[in-house]
Nanobody, 121 residues
Framework: QVQPVESGGGLVQAGGSLRLSCAAS????????MAWFRQAPGKEREFVTG??????STYYADFVKGRFTISRDNRKMYLQMNSLKPEDTAVYYC????????????????WGQGTQVTVSS
């Protein structure tokens, strides 16, 4: 069973930075894509950024372009978050899929438990 596990969340002041990590068991050869989603209180979960595993192509929501960077190594995925804003406050989820399809949709089969990111003003 594939189980993504997030780490790296916390409390930071506006303008600060955080780096999230996601580790997932299972064969990376079958991994199609991984992504970060977030859900703020009272709001629906939304796509933040994703990466197509084999070739490394990346996708970003407009509201994080220029501030967040997704990357990966052989086994883990990372999210570098710079210039954080209070509206970035949310639970951030790591997601993984082995099936071909849209990177930005929430169709991922495997989800982490989430890590809280809180940005104070």
């Amino acid at each position: 069973q594939v189980q993504p596990v997030e780490s790296g969340g916390g409390l930071v002041q506006a303008g600060g930075s955080l780096r999230l990590s996601c580790a997932a068991s299972g064969r990376t050869s079958s991994r199609y894509a991984m992504a970060w989603f977030r859900q703020a209180p009272g709001k629906e979960r939304e796509f933040v950024t994703g990466i197509r595993w084999s070739e490394g192509s990346t996708y970003y929501a407009d509201f994080v372009k220029g501030r967040f960077t997704i990357s990966r190594d052989n086994r883990k995925m990372y999210l570098q978050m710079n210039s954080l804003k209070p509206e970035d406050t949310a639970v951030y989820y790591c997601a993984l899929t082995d099936t071909i399809g849209p990177i930005t949709s929430s169709r991922y089969e495997y989800w982490g438990q989430g890590t809280q990111v809180t940005v104070s003003s």
